[in-house]
């Protein structure tokens, strides 16, 4: 069993719909989450960090965690064509980050 | 700032040969990280360095794999010899530590897409 599981999709909505990601995960030393945003044959790039249960938000996102469940969630607002794209879940032990554990990715695709 | 930087964009190769794949970070950060992204393994860390030197290589999948970094601007990621097994898109990125709480960000370059026939 990997340790962060997260559903490949893909995943194809409306413009405007409300998107929501999701990933799972069984270590419990997991303490920092973070959302990439991968766009088609690019490197992945930082969306949302988060460190603690709760929700953040960031415009037209919000990163939800639930450390009792080891479930972490990115919806998306409003979604857009521009949101098109595979997203990462990753997380880390240490907040420095460093030693990434990522999902598999899904992949989104709103349609205009 | 170009952002991390990555050659070649693509390699073919043949089983066999020798492949080697260049990053040049970001000027100023002292880690850097090579990860691979399959569609069955999904992104996987290989290696990291700090300061130019190598901190964990436990991704390392086998004795095949080869990581260096000369210098503060340039690291090398060599496999010898390649397999098929081998293909895949390699990611390097880098990150400044974190000083005062600031939130370490890797940033990764555009990839190298590999295949090995």
């Known amino acids: 069993q990997k340790e962060v599981e997260q559903d490949p999709g893909p995943l194809s909505v409306p413009e405007g719909a409300i998107v929501s990601l999701n990933c799972t995960y069984s270590?419990?030393?997991?303490?920092?989450f973070m959302w990439y945003r991968q766009y088609s044959r690019k490197g992945p790039e930082l969306l949302m960090y988060t460190y603690s249960s709760g929700n953040k938000e960031d415009g037209r996102f919000t990163a939800q965690v639930d450390k009792s469940s080891k479930y972490i969630s990115l919806f998306i607002r409003d979604s857009q064509p521009s949101d098109s794209a595979t997203y990462l879940c990753?997380?880390?032990?240490?907040?420095?980050?460093?030693?990434?554990?990522f999902g598999s990715g899904t992949q989104l695709t709103v349609l205009p | 700032d170009a952002g991390v930087i990555q050659s070649p964009r693509h390699e073919v190769t043949e089983m066999g040969q020798e492949v080697t794949l260049r990053c040049k970070p970001i000027s100023g950060h002292d880690y850097l990280f090579w990860y691979r992204q399959t569609m069955m393994r999904g992104l996987e860390l290989l290696i990291y360095?700090?300061?130019?030197?190598?901190?964990?290589d436990s991704g390392m999948p086998e004795d095949r794999f080869s990581a260096k970094m000369p210098n503060a601007s340039f690291s090398t990621l060599k496999i010898q010899p390649s397999e098929p097994r081998d293909s895949a898109v390699y990611f390097c990125a880098s990150s400044l530590k974190s000083r005062g709480g600031e939130r370490e960000t890797q940033y990764f370059g555009p990839g190298t897409r590999l295949l090995v026939l």
């Open positions: 360095f700090n300061n130019n030197v190598p901190i964990d």
């Open positions: 990753a997380m880390s032990v240490g907040g420095s980050a460093r030693q990434l554990t």
């Open positions: 270590n419990s030393a997991f303490q920092y």
